[in-house]
């Protein structure tokens, strides 16, 4: 979506604001979705909360302040008034923009993690994978380092993917091909546990099956 239909549609979500159409324009500017990501509900609900959030923050304090200016007029121990700008309030609202900005900031980043895990979850099928289940959770497992994409996180799944199979199944176990797990109800299955339990067995990790 472009970002003449993105600030459309946000203003149109904020309804009634304080802030101007250029306010409005250069947060949106800062905040675009990624490149290719069309913005999703979670988008919306997101900025729009950020906006109102500052926008009632900043008239609070601007109410405050007003009110400030208006004692130190009426005070008789200060005859020549000079109009409070508040350092403190304009601190404030720096503050707590940056706080808002860094809260986003990692919304985004999780939000393109999560993206990433699915993009490699997805990638399971495509690797007809033996073990779904075993895969899906290493996916979850990997540490996603700044900067990976999904072809280096897809490589790492699958070395520790590999190494699971091979940790549970021995070093037989056929870790794609689209086998998959047998049912637990059917002899395939009793046939893998009988198999697995006999190989551990002989590694010494279980009392032989008598």
Partial sequence: MEKEKILSTLTEKL???????????????????????????????????????????????????????KKNFASPQNPNPKPNTTPLADDAITKRLEALEKALADEKKKSSMDMLRNSVLEKGQELKVSNKSLWNDVVKMVEIADGMDDTQLTESAKKLYEERLKSYLGEGATPYGGGGTASPDSKEYEKELDDFFNRKAKEGKFPEKK
């Fill in 15 to 69: 309804g009634k604001t304080s802030f101007s159409q250029k306010t409005l324009e250069t947060y949106v500017g800062k905040h675009l979705p990624s490149e290719g990501t069309e913005p999703d509900d979670a988008y919306w609900a997101l900025h729009t909360e950020v906006l109102k959030t500052l926008e009632g923050q900043y008239n609070h304090d601007v109410a405050e302040a007003v009110e400030e200016a």
